[in-house]
């Protein structure tokens, strides 16, 4: 499922990586064997790779083309990025920009970059190396960042931040994939409610990072809730209560999943999440009192 439409608004996938990422109780925190068994079956292929016994996940950006504006929603890991403490995308070395053409669009073509939240799968093809030096990729666009992600994320800033995992993994990121932007006078650090253009709004949807951010696109005929890294895998919507080990705060992680699940089942909003295999969308409906997902391709 490479395109879709969202009424007038037309949506394109388009892949960066996809591979093993880690064994379940590894990427969730609060795995429990009895809470995965029950859909180890369902998620087998498309969601878990038996072989390496690791959840099968993918990094891929969403373009969104308006009629209007091309708007790029996140920007994977990048390529030659050096991230020792994250070796499945250290120095990367995809042909995301091949696949951009393949779906008709060079960088220049790009208007805005949104970036869900600052880490370090969502901001890497912000920059790509050129003569040693990183320089925006999209060189006509805007760059949309969540504000709240800025201090927390700048090593320059000190006093608040990360700590543990989320400093070792984004190692390096704010340097290589951030401030480039910031030095080119192209980045712009937006809070709730921003809209990027008619029927295309920015909400704050914060726990995974400070600043997380879900678009919400509205074609008409039918919506989309573009929505980062609220959910990783499936398993959160059965489980909303499982975050990933890469949440920063636990709590309003748990509490912003439900929400953003609430928001999706109510209103019949197509989930679109950034590491979803499979169809790598999702309907969502209730069940009890929780969720399932529909993981079937729109059209
Ligand atoms: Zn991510």
New binding site residues.
């Given amino acids: 499922m490479d395109r879709f439409r969202l009424g007038t608004v037309r949506v394109h996938r388009i892949e960066e990586w996809r591979g093993g990422f880690a064994p379940p109780d590894h990427l969730f925190a609060g795995y429990e064997a009895a809470g995965w068994s029950p859909h180890a079956e369902e998620f087998t292929p498309d969601y878990f790779d038996p072989d390496s016994g690791r959840v099968y996940a993918f990094l891929q950006s969403w373009l969104i083309d308006t009629g209007h504006l091309r708007i790029l929603f996140d920007t994977g890991a990048g390529n030659d990025k050096h991230r020792p403490d994250l070796p499945v995308f250290d120095h990367l070395a995809t042909d995301f920009l091949g696949r951009l053409a393949a779906a008709g669009f060079a960088p220049e073509d790009i208007d805005v970059v949104v970036c869900s939240h600052v ?1 370090v ?2 901001v890497g093809w912000n920059t790509r190396l050129i003569d040693g030096a990183w320089q925006p990729t999209f060189r006509n666009a805007r760059y949309l960042l969540p504000l709240a992600d800025r201090d927390y994320w700048d090593p320059l800033v000190t006093g608040i931040g990360p700590g543990g995992l989320g400093a070792a993994v984004n190692a390096g990121m704010f340097e290589d994939s951030v401030r480039p932007i910031m030095a080119a006078g192209r980045a712009e650090w937006v809070t709730d409610g921003f809209e990027v253009a008619p029927g295309v709004v920015l909400r704050a949807r914060p726990g995974h990072t400070p600043g997380q951010m879900v678009m919400a696109v509205d074609g008409g005929d039918d919506r989309a809730l573009f929505c980062g ?1 609220v959910v ?1 895998h499936p398993m959160q919507i059965y489980r909303p209560d499982w975050n990933s080990v890469f949440c920063e705060d636990a709590g309003q992680a748990r509490e912003t999943r439900r929400s953003v699940l609430d928001e999706a089942a109510d209103s019949g909003a197509l989930l679109v999440p ?2 979803f295999g499979g169809s790598h969308v999702a309907r969502v409906l209730r069940d009890g009192t929780g969720f399932r997902p529909v993981l079937r391709a729109p059209r």
């Fill in positions: 880490h799968d969502h890294d990783h950034a590491h």
